[in-house]
């Protein structure tokens, strides 16, 4: 008898249990840190990461991205040279406030992607890309110069 006192509490339980699927929370998805289709000649997002990048006074983050060929260069031997066909992506976001977590910063808007690709003579090639939506920049800044030769130099990212 003592086990039918329960049974209210159990047919509650199935009930809710059976209830129809919640509808897709999309405010946990960061659709702002994306990036739009076709905007790019490639899509870095889909590379793998090298190395990542925070800037704590202009509230930026970034990471460097590498396709395949340039990631198995890097995790080999790494160095400058990379091989023909190699491409390297330093996307840079914009932080903002993490709705989900008080206190901390995520990425927001892309403010620009740098992309370098390495020619049939394994020399680089570099195109920067800024705005919303991103496009490229007419003419190249001495700066972006340094920007390259710095982004050659990153270490892969040590993974335990």
Known sequence: MTMFKYLPIAGTLFLFACAAPQVEDRSRFNDTA???????????????????????????????????????????????????????????????????WLGARTAGAIRSVDLITF???????YAHYEGHPLKAAASIDPEDSAHLAWALKQPILAVP
């Open 119 to 125: 020619d049939a003579h394994a020399a680089p090639q």
């Open 34 to 100: 994306s990036l739009a289709a076709g905007t790019l000649p490639v899509d870095p997002l889909l590379w793998k990461a090298l190395n990542t990048f925070t800037d704590t006074v202009l509230h930026t983050q970034a990471t460097l991205y590498a396709n395949d060929s340039a990631y198995r260069f890097a995790r080999t031997s790494g160095g400058a040279t990379y091989p023909a066909q190699a491409q390297l992506a330093l996307v840079t976001w914009q932080q903002q406030d993490d709705p989900h």
